[in-house]
């Protein structure tokens, strides 16, 4: 039987509930709450509202310039990205969070830690497998994996009957997650893939049709791939997201509708908001392109998903998220510059992009006169190059094979060819 519980706290509905609960099923236990803000936004009355449901204390712990800093730029870094769409706003901040709960329980002198994330979700898993990292002592307690309560509308009359104050309805059921890179909503009508998003579910972003009629245009400076100002204003990483986030929300910019694959084995529909996130990956990457060159590039390209993997499996403290980090942080050593992005109406369109180190380089491919390249020096090229498909095809006509593609009309040439350059 735990003496003291160290729970996750966001004063949402899961966790609104889990205090009551676990004071319950554990007699004489003291809950303390970890509330870790990220910038989701205002947190005054949490510690007030823990305490009011059971909890002993509720300590706020401010991580929002480390999540910017450690987390969210060292994975656009890697240009991970998710099921194609999702820049993992939720996934990024549950090794944090989980990390800073342990911290608290240490403190405190927890002999467990609990958390409200479903049976179903892939927050389980990236809670508990930073507890196995920091705190394999420690009893987990997952209470969506033992109560009764089977829904949300479950959970909504649990709070109802015991005064607990929420703000979910069961008119507006969205599960939702905030933080300074995004906002999620799933539940309720998103169930239903089929189903177009009410406009009034959207809090970030204004929509598209109602985004301004002008363009605006906003100009994002990196040094190592790091972002570093905007609009010539340096910015320390938490004021630099929060002003993206700002410029691509009144512009419509970084709403994103997906079914995703979770990693518990379902697919699941989650809207996501991502202004800022959308904003920097999309000018990170096109700084990487003038920069890059090709081969590194294309690698670069292959650990992006598997990077996005770990993330999403919560695989944050491991060896193999390390590695991948030291293969980006040499790919970023030259990736200084700025890119210029337009933004009209939800739509994010490169306009210019500079780098001291750019590969790019007009005397080569101008086609204007110039005195660098020679054309002449292409065709030895193309001779090698194409090699391979040459002696296929000159073998293939000694055994008279008819060619994969269709008859040649041109004569089969004769083997005496092949020696010639």
């Known amino acids: 039987m735990p003496r003291k519980i160290a729970l996750a706290y966001s004063g949402g509905l899961d966790t609104s509930v889990i205090v009551p609960w676990l004071k319950e099923q554990y007699p004489g236990a003291q809950v303390y709450c970890v509330a870790a803000d990220i910038g ?90 930073t507890y196995m990292t920091f705190a394999p002592d420690l009893q987990v307690i997952a209470p969506w994996r033992m109560w009764n309560i089977r829904s949300r509308e479950d959970a909504i009359a649990y709070a109802k009957a015991r005064n607990i104050p929420i703000v979910a309805t069961v008119d507006k059921i969205y599960s939702r997650d905030e933080n300074l890179f995004h906002l ?81 084995g379902m697919k699941s529909r989650g809207v996501y908001e991502t202004p800022g996130g959308t904003l920097l990956y999309a000018a990170h990457s096109e700084l990487e392109q003038l920069v890059l060159d090709r081969r590194t590039l294309a690698a670069k390209d292959l650990l992006a998903p598997r990077y996005a993997d770990l993330v999403y499996e919560g695989r944050w403290w491991t060896t193999e998220r390390e590695a991948y980090d030291a293969f980006v942080d040499v790919t970023q050593e030259r990736i200084t510059g700025t890119v210029t992005l337009k933004l009209y109406k939800g739509n994010v369109i490169v306009a210019g992009r500079q780098s001291a180190h750019a590969i790019y380089d007009e005397r080569f491919v101008t086609f204007g006169e110039d005195n660098v390249y020679q054309q002449s020096d292409a065709a030895g090229f193309i001779r090698l190059y194409g090699l391979p498909y040459r002696v296929r095809a000159l073998k293939d006509a000694e055994m008279g094979h008819t060619p994969r593609w269709g008859t040649a009309d041109a004569a089969e040439p004769s083997p005496a060819s092949a020696t010639q350059p």
């Not at 002008?214 to 929060?242: C, K, M, Q, W």
């Open 40 to 129: 989701q936004g205002d947190l005054d009355g949490v510690q007030e509202k823990a305490v009011a449901s059971g909890a002993e204390d509720c300590v706020v712990v401010d991580l929002k310039e480390e999540f910017v800093r450690d987390f969210i730029f060292p994975m656009m870094r890697a240009g991970a990205i998710y099921n194609r769409k999702y820049l993992l706003g939720t996934s990024i901040a549950r090794p944090l969070i989980a990390r800073a709960q342990v911290e608290v329980a240490r403190q405190v002198g927890a002999d467990a830690l609990a958390h409200g994330c479903t049976g179903k979700g892939n927050d389980q898993v990236r809670f508990e497998l």
């Open 184 to 264: 999620s909503h799933e539940g309720g009508g998103l169930e239903d893939p089929n189903w177009e998003p009410k406009e009034d579910m959207f809090v970030l972003t204004t929509s598209p049709e109602n985004a301004p009629d002008a363009a605006e245009y906003v100009t994002i400076g990196f040094e190592g791939g790091t972002p570093i100002s905007v609009n010539g204003d340096r910015h320390a990483p938490f004021d630099l997201l929060s002003a993206l986030n700002v410029i691509g929300a009144r512009n419509g910019v970084g709403r994103i509708d997906l079914v995703e694959d979770r990693l518990v």
